[in-house]
C-alpha cells in the first residue's frame, strides 16, 4: 500500500537518527575532490573537532564505513590469531565483540551476564585476574540492543589495574552519554556518524590512545598485519599530515563539520542535560502508561529506551503499527523480537519527538486490544519537560 504523502515521518531509532536541516543543506553542496585544498581545510577543521566528544587529547582517525568497520578496526590492530582476549557481552552489540574476534581467530574468554544486565566491573576484575595472558578487553558504552550504558569508567579502572588495553564500543553512546576518555583511562573508543553525531551512516571512528597505537605496532612484529584498510598506522601517519590515506566520505565530512558545529555551540555539557532530559521523560511517560523498561537501566541510560511489551498483546505488531503513523521505532531483536519496543532520544532530538512517540504508542496499544488512558504517557513526559523549564517550542 502507498503510504499517505501528508503523514508526516518520524525517525525514533537509534540509527541512523534525524538529520539536521543544516546539515543535510550542507551535504547538498558540490562535491569536492578530497586532494583539493578546500577539502584539506574541511578535513584539518573536522578532525581538530572530533577529539573534543570523545573528551581527548588523541588523535581521532577516520574510516569510510559503518560503525561496525570502527569495531573491526579496533580488533584487527589490536588482536592476532591465537590471542586470548576478554569480552564483556549484554546484547547484541557487545557479541559482535566475540564475532570478530573470532573471526581474527582470537581465543575470546566470554562474559555474558544476559541480555539487559548490566555489566559488572567485578567480573572483569575475575576474568582477568583468571586469565593474565589477556593483554586485551573489549566491552560496550551503550548497548543499543538493550537500553542499558554501562560503567565504563569503572571497567577502564579495572583494566588499568591489570596492564590490559580497553577498547570500548562508544558507537550510539558518544555524544549522548558521558564518556569521559583520557579522564578514565579509556584506550580505545569507537564510533560512528549516524547516531548522536548527527549525520548520515558513512564516517567510523577509532580514538585510539599513544598506549595502543605502539601495542597495535608491536603486535605486527610477532607476526603479519592482519589489516590493510583499517589500519592505524597508516591513518594516523596519514592524518597527522593533514591527508586522508584512502578516498574519504567527503559529503558526510561536510555534513559532520556543521554537526560538530551545533553540538559546540550547544555545549557538550548541556548535550549531555538534553539527552538526559529526554530519556527521563520517556521513563516517566512509560510508566504512567503502565509499562515496564526492559532490564536493568539506570539514570545513565540516556541513549535509548527499551519498554517491556505486555504479553496481552502481540507485540510483534507494534513497529508495523507505528510505521502505520509515522512513526518508525526499533521493536527487539534476535530473542527479544516482540518483546520489547526500542524509543530512542539520541542527538536530533527534542521533547515533541517524544510526546509523539508515546502518543502513539498509546494509539497502536489500544489498536491491538490493549485497555489505555489516552494521554497518560505524553501527559508525565509533557510534565517532565515543563518542570525543566523546557520552552514550547523545543
Request: charged content about 20%; some cysteine.
Amino acid at each position: 500500500m502507498t503510504p499517505n504523502p501528508f503523514t508526516k515521518q518520524y525517525l525514533m531509532t537509534a540509527g541512523p537518527t534525524p538529520v539536521p536541516p543544516a546539515v543535510s543543506q550542507a551535504m547538498a553542496a558540490p562535491m569536492l575532490y578530497h586532494r583539493a585544498p578546500a577539502f584539506d581545510e574541511l578535513y584539518e577543521r573536522v578532525l581538530g573537532k572530533l577529539p573534543g566528544v570523545f573528551r581527548t587529547s588523541n588523535d581521532v582517525l577516520a574510516f569510510a564505513a559503518s560503525g561496525s568497520g570502527a569495531l573491526e578496526s579496533a580488533v584487527s590492530n589490536l588482536v592476532r590469531p591465537g590471542d586470548k582476549i576478554l569480552v564483556g557481552a549484554a546484547g547484541k552489540f557487545g557479541e559482535r565483540w566475540i564475532q570478530l574476534g573470532e573471526a581474527y581467530g582470537a581465543e575470546v574468554v566470554r562474559y555474558e551476564p544476559g541480555w539487559g544486565e548490566r555489566l559488572d566491573p567485578a567480573e572483569y576484575d575475575r576474568l582477568l585476574t583468571e586469565n593474565p595472558d589477556v593483554k586485551v578487553a573489549f566491552s560496550t558504552l551503550s548497548e543499543t540492543s538493550t537500553g542499558i550504558v554501562h560503567d565504563i569508567q569503572a571497567i577502564a579502572d579495572v583494566a588499568r589495574k591489570h596492564d590490559v588495553i580497553l577498547a570500548v564500543d562508544a558507537v550510539s553512546g558518544l555524544g549522548a552519554t558521558e564518556l569521559r576518555q583520557d579522564d578514565w583511562g579509556v584506550d580505545v573508543a569507537v564510533a560512528g556518524s549516524q547516531k548522536a553525531l548527527m549525520c548520515p551512516p558513512g564516517l567510523a571512528f577509532a580514538s585510539v590512545s599513544e598506549r595502543a597505537l605502539e601495542f597495535a605496532a608491536s603486535r605486527d612484529l610477532d607476526s603479519p598485519p592482519t589489516r590493510y584498510y583499517f589500519d592505524w598506522g597508516r591513518t594516523a601517519k596519514s592524518q597527522r599530515k593533514g591527508a586522508s590515506p584512502f578516498t574519504p566520505a567527503v559529503s558526510i565530512f561536510l555534513g559532520l563539520d556543521v554537526a560538530l558545529g551545533l553540538i559546540e555551540d550547544e555545549g557538550l555539557d548541556d548535550v549531555m542535560a538534553r539527552h538526559q532530559l529526554l530519556a527521563r521523560a520517556t521513563r516517566a511517560g512509560v510508566a504512567a502508561m503502565g509499562l515496564e523498561l526492559f532490564g536493568d537501566p539506570d539514570e545513565r541510560s540516556t541513549v535509548v529506551t527499551a519498554v517491556d511489551l505486555p504479553d496481552d498483546i502481540d507485540g510483534g505488531k507494534v513497529p508495523g503499527g507505528l510505521r502505520k503513523l509515522g512513526i518508525t521505532a526499533n521493536g527487539g531483536q534476535d530473542h527479544l523480537k516482540g518483546r520489547i519496543l526500542r524509543i530512542a532520544h539520541c542527538g536530533y532530538f527534542g521533547a515533541f519527538d517524544i510526546v509523539t512517540s508515546l502518543a502513539g504508542l498509546e494509539m497502536v496499544l489500544d489498536q491491538l486490544g490493549r485497555e489505555v488512558e489516552h494521554g497518560a504517557g505524553p501527559g508525565a513526559a509533557q510534565k517532565v519537560f515543563l518542570e525543566a523549564g523546557v520552552p514550547a517550542a523545543a
